[in-house]
């Protein structure tokens, strides 16, 4: 019985949340935790108290406080799923509390690091080159997630309007431009490609790309010019986010090219760009 209900409630967040397979796999596995912890026959009798203690045992197995944070939500989202179900009489994580973290500033590569991968890019002679070159283009060019990039359709860009439609988180929809060198990237792509698909990017043998390939493209492209020990298709979501703020974009209109629901989680962009102008001053000003 416990099975059905976190499988339905898996299938709630896949199909009308529409929120991608590897938070998906993120819920599934806190749920299972949850459940091993407490026992499967007391899922609907949870109490305030057996979370606490679960909380307990994570702090106790050194589990960082964001990777708690995370698995509370997983848990709060999944009894409100089952208030709403009708499943359970009350809520226990009412009065469960998120415990306190550390702010951490989003990882970016630097101008010049970006300005020198530009300048040292080559012209793609075949399928998988321009479609590589592509990949990093897009990412940094429009700042779009990875699920994002990865289901990305071909009647989803326009390149006579410079735009390209994407389906966000919760199915949100958003236009985003997009730069000339991006438009000929994706034309050079286009030309080389000879598979029947409507996915945009597709690997080697025509098949819709999965979230290794593009992690491992990025890791290995980006790290010829970045000294960041993190590379990641996420870091060039902030990176995309930071020069803009850099060269003065207004923070609103970052909100809504990234796809964020509130400006709050668009506003840590400002503290990178408040340490830079940090250094500027230390650097420039004589009495600093």
């Given at each position: 019985m416990n099975r059905e209900l976190v499988n339905?409630?898996?299938d709630h967040l896949s199909i009308e949340r529409r929120l991608s397979p590897h938070t998906i796999t993120s819920y599934s596995t806190d749920l299972e935790q949850f459940i091993a912890f407490i026992e499967p026959q007391k899922l609907l009798e949870v109490q305030a108290m057996d979370v606490r203690k679960w909380l307990i045992s994570l702090?106790?197995?050194?589990?960082q406080n964001r990777s708690i944070n995370r698995k509370l939500a997983t848990l709060r989202t999944f009894y409100k799923y089952l208030l709403r179900s009708g499943k359970v009489a009350e809520n226990p994580?009412?009065?469960?509390?998120?415990?306190?973290?550390?702010?951490k500033l989003p990882h970016f590569v630097r101008e010049s690091e970006m300005e020198n991968l530009v300048e040292n890019r080559k012209i793609a002679s075949n399928f998988s080159e321009a479609r590589d070159e592509l990949i990093l283009f897009l990412l940094y060019g429009t700042g779009i997630r990875l699920a994002e990039l990865i289901s990305l359709q071909n009647s989803q860009v326009n390149l006579a309007a410079k735009t390209i439609r994407v389906i966000g988180k919760r199915n949100k929809e958003r236009?985003?431009?997009?730069p000339q060198l991006l438009i000929e990237l994706i034309q050079a792509y286009r030309g080389f490609c000879t598979f029947e698909n409507s996915q945009l990017l597709l690997?080697?043998?025509?098949d819709p790309l999965y979230p290794m390939f593009v992690q491992r493209l990025v890791k290995k492209n980006l790290g010829e010019f970045?000294?960041?020990e993190k590379l990641s298709p996420h870091v060039l979501r902030h990176t995309?986010?930071?020069h803009l703020l850099n060269r003065g974009?207004?923070?609103?209109a970052i909100k809504e090219l990234l796809g964020h629901a509130n400006l709050a989680a668009t506003q840590v962009y400002t503290h990178n760009s408040m340490e830079k102008m940090k250094a500027i001053y230390l650097q420039a000003h004589p009495k600093a």
């Open positions: 339905f409630f898996l702090s106790d197995d050194t589990i994580m009412t009065s469960i509390r998120m415990v306190k973290t550390t702010k236009v985003i431009p997009i690997t080697d043998k025509g970045s000294q960041l995309y986010a930071t974009a207004d923070l609103n």
